[in-house]
């Protein structure tokens, strides 16, 4: 949990600094809804947390702060570039953590999390890859060819799923040793 929790801190940080320095308007959207989605997504980790009396930082991993430290030293399109490259790997960590949790949890309510945490963080990654231009079909701008594009609040939540998920990991984990 500490590590899902720190994961949205790190990505509410990740959202301001988009809608800062973003060029794009998607790029500041995406900022937009990551600060929106993992808000929402952090008051339900902290009250789960709360329950299970797990204690958490106020603040990201001196690891995250100094990747977000490291984006922000770019300007204009170098921004936004960086910037959508650190969210998917974020994201690919994420859903990874995520999947780990759901095939080796013991916690019922954390590996529900991860589980409803998972479709919304896939979400994501698939946005920020079409932002990158990454994505099969993707073209330059990240405008999917058939028009679409409204998946910013699903990828928004799909990403705080993902740092649920990480977050559940490390509850289970610290369940297992107080066992």
């Not at 990740?14 to 790029?27: F, L, R």
């Not at 019922?108 to 963080?121: D, F, G, N, R, T």
């Amino acid at each position: 949990m500490v590590t899902a929790h720190q994961g949205n801190l790190a990505e509410i940080a990740a959202g301001t600094a988009a809608q800062e320095q973003g060029t794009t308007e998607e790029v500041r959207e995406m900022g937009a809804t990551l600060i929106a989605d993992h808000e929402a997504l952090d008051a339900d980790l902290t009250a789960l947390a709360e329950e299970l009396g797990v204690e958490l930082p106020d603040q990201p991993s001196p690891e995250q702060e100094a990747a977000l430290a490291e984006v922000r030293e770019h300007q204009g399109e170098a921004f936004d570039t960086a910037w959508i490259a650190s969210q998917i790997e974020g994201h690919r960590m994420s859903l990874a953590a995520g999947q780990e949790e759901i095939a080796n949890g013991s916690d019922e309510q954390v590996i529900a999390l991860a589980e409803a945490a998972a479709p919304v963080i896939q979400r994501h990654l698939d946005h920020l890859l079409m932002m990158s231009g990454d994505a099969p079909g993707a073209v330059p701008g990240g405008i999917a060819p058939d028009g679409s594009g409204d998946t910013f609040g699903v990828a928004a939540i799909a990403l705080g799923a993902v740092v649920l998920a990480g977050s559940a990991a490390v509850l289970v984990r610290r369940r297992q040793v107080r066992a």
